[in-house]
């Protein structure tokens, strides 16, 4: 008896498992498909300005990466001053696309240390990048992002930023 149960369930769990693959196979090439014409993926360097997000006052702009990759994940590094050398690590997160021309992403990076930064100085913890993106075209897109930084003391601080990407290419027509 132990034996047919065994099997049924061998069965049953093999059926599902078929079942899966075909759908997760049949997903996977229409987002392949999706992609391929015009989308997300790859590796952009993207101009950044960060303003307050009460009066629109806007700091000096700055450099990042950010690279796309299939499935949804992203890796992002930066140039922004505010952080010493060392203070960031690189962050990682996650895409999508909602619908068009639209993605939406988000990623994390921790604070190693603190910095006497003006304003307001930065404190060991976490950053998180929320960003609303939109492809202008094939090789361009602009994005509005929300800026968190979360403090080991438990201070939480909420900035804005917009930033313009371009794909990079092999063209060598890029710095």
């Not at 229409?30 to 006052?57: D, F, H």
């Not at 702009?61 to 590094?77: V, Y």
């Not at 900035?159 to 063209?171: E, F, N, W």
């Amino acid at each position: 008896m132990k034996s047919r149960i065994s099997k049924q369930f061998s069965r049953a769990a093999t059926a599902f498992l078929a079942g899966v693959l075909i759908l997760g196979a049949g997903t996977m090439a229409n987002a392949q498909s999706e992609q391929s014409t015009i989308g997300l993926e790859g590796t952009w360097r993207v101009q950044v300005i960060q303003y307050n997000c009460s009066t629109g006052a806007t700091r000096p702009p700055f450099w990042s990466l950010l690279s796309f990759a299939r499935g949804g994940t992203m890796t992002e590094t930066t140039s922004a001053p505010a952080f010493l050398p060392g203070q960031r690590t690189s962050g990682h997160g996650v895409w999508s696309s909602i619908g068009g021309n639209a993605y939406s992403a988000v990623s994390e990076a921790f604070i190693l240390f603190d910095s006497p930064t003006n304003p307001p100085g930065l404190k060991t913890g976490a950053q998180k990048i929320i960003q609303a993106i939109v492809l202008n075209d094939e090789n361009n897109f602009s994005s509005l992002a929300s800026v968190k930084f979360f403090n080991a003391d438990g201070t939480t601080l909420t900035g804005c930023a917009k930033a313009a990407g371009t794909r990079l290419s092999t063209s060598g027509n890029q710095p």
